[in-house]
């Protein structure tokens, strides 16, 4: 198809296609944008326009397709407060286990540095959650050396703790040594 009948099969249903594309779309403006990309298309494929039987309807179906595409583009997605909160929950969360992730492995590496007596009696104690008369047949120790060796194993580890993150400004660690001690 050369550019004369281009003219003459083609452009003349750019009105019915912008009153089709106006009723679709609810804006005079995307509907003016959508017809100039269906007639940009027409002329791309003008060569094998020839095969086609009626090009006012294979016209009228590319400028539904079009319109459809810019809804579907311009379309939000409403969130309830609901959806939204649980979205927001979720990246707090993501937030927290990485928090917490960080320091877990600063506590471990704390805990392994405690003589090995304080570093068992704490793993007992916090990690298997053994009782104190489980822990005194295991070690061999009297109840109230196992209490004293426990909370100076746990003041160690969080003032050793406090020290290593006190520069961030986090106020949150304290928070997070208390959980996990």
């Not at 912008?18 to 959508?34: I, K, S």
């Not at 810019?70 to 939204?84: F, L, M, S």
Request: net charge positive; hydrophobic share 40%; proline share 2%.
């Amino acid at each position: 198809m050369v550019a004369k009948d281009f003219k003459t099969s083609v452009l003349p249903v750019s009105n019915k296609l912008l009153r089709f594309a106006t009723h679709f779309l609810h804006d005079e403006d995307q509907a003016r944008d959508v017809v100039q990309d269906v007639f940009l298309k027409l002329w791309q494929r003008k060569e094998t326009l020839d095969e086609v039987e009626n090009i006012e309807a294979f016209a009228m179906r590319m400028t539904r397709n079009r319109c459809l595409d810019v809804i579907r583009a311009n379309r939000t997605v409403p969130i309830d407060e609901d959806t939204d909160r649980r979205l927001k929950a979720k990246t707090i969360d993501v937030h927290s286990k990485v928090e917490l992730g960080e320091s877990a492995k600063q506590i471990k590496m704390l805990i392994g540095q405690l003589p090995e007596l304080q570093q068992n009696i704490m793993h007992m104690r916090d990690i298997e959650q053994l009782s104190y008369d489980e822990i005194e047949e295991a070690t061999g120790l009297q109840r109230n050396a196992i209490r004293v060796n426990l909370s100076r194993a746990r003041k160690k580890v969080r003032d050793e703790y406090l020290k290593m993150n006190r520069n961030d400004g986090n106020t949150r660690n304290t928070t997070i040594t208390a959980t996990l001690l």
